[in-house]
């Protein structure tokens, strides 16, 4: 859930509504009357209950219902139409994790809470496979969709963004003069502005697995302009079934709830958009989430695992207000070459490996590399484990890569923890360690230290010789600004 502020030098409008979409409304206008906000703002509430009554399928009688009864229906409003066809658009786009066809699939796990029965997980996944195999056929021209037999639609992963982006269009038409517009449904919001140079919005994110609001400091403040965030997480909404909490969000692939699935904070360009994602990010692991999100374009993401694991997406830093928590200047970037090494063995099996950045109290600040996706790798890298990996076991099934043959690779950070916030000044150790099924086992560490200096950067490089399982390491700074630039040193191998 997303915490709200704003200020400005000349006057405001704000306005707070409850039962608007079953949740509450917040509305803040920038450079209009408060005769002129408050007539536009009425008719912006019927336009909000007139694409409700299009789109709920709560309501018996909304036009979504009534396609769904039919299967098959012609003359639908354009609003609908749209609604279906980013439905499509992000199924295909998002490789069917998100879908609005699953209206058959709730109504089951509905029937299921009802009757205190917990569904049968193999039938629901072949009727799941069945629906996302299905077509839906679109036909524009004379505003009809055919759902055949199998598909139910349910748009509630994009509808409320889909209603909010209308809505402060719908403002905005009313209200050309206006100079900043703010909707925020649920949490969910749009942050219009008309110069996106001289004034940005602050946007208080808390965080996402806490079910109420607190007065805790939130994880983030961003700095968005033009720009719609959208959060969706499992911990607030669940069906539950002898005693036990299944999420309401559900898996396109099976039609159940993934366990230990992320909860998503997404920035996007429209609320349609970051709803979506932010839907398809709670369906599936954190490393297939993070990966998508940074091919995205305009698109940002963090994710935050039930354990309180945080990964953001590569560019959400640069949305993190200056003040914010563990913010500050553009870091330098630590490459990283390593290599695996050929090495005679007559049963060869690839080497599980880990490169992680901690603290000088040996604290993970980012994991940057797992290698081996089998549960048992992991105690294989005991020190990684030791300090990592048995306080957060959610990140095997979420950052955890295939092993790789022999050969050379690259990777590197940027200065950022896991949670994508700027690394404060100070010592922090580089780890790589690697071990082999019916070989050795070798961990290699380095010091390096942020240092505020404003002198022109040289570059330092450092070389490990090749160690065991471990290959040759080659490091070096690459530094992004004078102002924040690390200098590296080795530290003896303990």
Not at 274 to 280: L, N, V
Not at 296 to 323: C, F, I, M, R
Request: contains cysteine.
């Amino acid at each position: 859930m997303a915490i709200h502020s704003f200020a400005y030098a000349d006057s405001s409008f704000i306005q707070h509504y409850e039962n608007v979409l079953g949740t509450s409304m917040d509305i803040h206008i920038q450079g209009a009357t408060t005769e002129h906000a408050e007539a536009a703002i009425q008719s912006t509430l019927s336009e909000i209950e007139r694409l409700e009554n299009i789109l709920s399928t709560w309501r018996n009688n909304s036009q979504i219902s009534q396609l769904n009864q039919s299967h098959k229906l012609a003359g639908l409003p354009p609003e609908l139409l749209e609604v279906i066809q980013l439905c499509e658009k992000w199924h295909s786009l998002s490789n069917k994790t998100f879908s609005c066809r699953l209206g058959k699939v709730k109504q089951i796990w509905q029937q299921a809470a009802e009757q205190q029965i917990v569904p049968d997980r193999v039938a629901l996944r072949y009727q799941a496979r069945d629906i996302q195999r299905a077509e839906v056929k679109i036909s524009p021209e004379h505003k009809q969709v055919d759902l055949g037999d199998k598909i139910v639609l349910d748009p509630s992963g994009i509808a409320k963004g889909f209603i909010i982006d209308k809505a402060v269009a719908h403002l905005h038409n009313l209200l050309p003069a206006a100079s900043a517009i703010k909707i925020d449904i649920g949490g969910d919001a749009f942050y219009w502005q008309q110069n996106q140079h001289e004034q940005v919005w602050k946007v208080a994110i808390a965080d996402p697995l806490h079910t109420i609001d607190t007065t805790e400091q939130p994880l983030f403040t961003l700095n968005l302009s033009s720009m719609a965030v959208a959060a969706s997480g499992h911990s607030s909404r669940y069906v539950e079934i002898q005693r036990r909490k299944f999420s309401h969000i559900l898996s396109a692939q099976d039609g159940w709830p993934q366990d230990n699935a992320p909860a998503a904070t997404v920035i996007a360009p429209d609320a349609a958009t970051a709803d979506a994602i932010a839907t398809a990010l709670s369906t599936q692991s954190l490393s297939t989430g993070i990966d998508w999100v940074n091919q995205l374009e305009d698109v940002e993401a963090l994710l935050v695992l039930p354990n309180g694991l945080k990964v953001a997406s590569n560019g959400w830093h640069q949305y993190v207000a200056t003040d914010s928590k563990g913010s500050s200047p553009a870091p330098a970037v630590l490459e990283i070459e390593y290599q695996i090494p050929v090495l005679e063995a007559v049963n060869y099996h690839k080497p599980y490996l880990a490169i992680w950045i901690s603290d000088s109290k040996n604290n993970s600040v980012r994991n940057l590399l797992l290698l081996g996706e089998s549960s048992r790798w992991a105690k294989e890298n005991s020190r990684w484990w030791r300090r990592v990996g048995r306080k957060n076991e959610n990140l095997l099934d979420g950052l955890a890569r295939p092993t790789r043959r022999p050969g050379h690779y690259q990777v590197s950070w940027d200065g950022l923890n896991d949670a994508g916030q700027i690394a404060s000044p100070g010592s922090y150790y580089l780890n790589i360690e690697a071990a082999r099924e019916g070989g050795g086992h070798d961990y290699q560490r380095v010091t390096f230290s942020y240092n505020q200096q404003t002198n022109d950067p040289q570059l330092e490089s450092k070389q490990l010789q090749a160690k065991g399982e471990m290959g040759a390491v080659h490091l070096q700074i690459q530094p992004q600004s004078t102002a924040f630039l690390p200098t590296v040193s080795l530290l003896n191998n303990p």
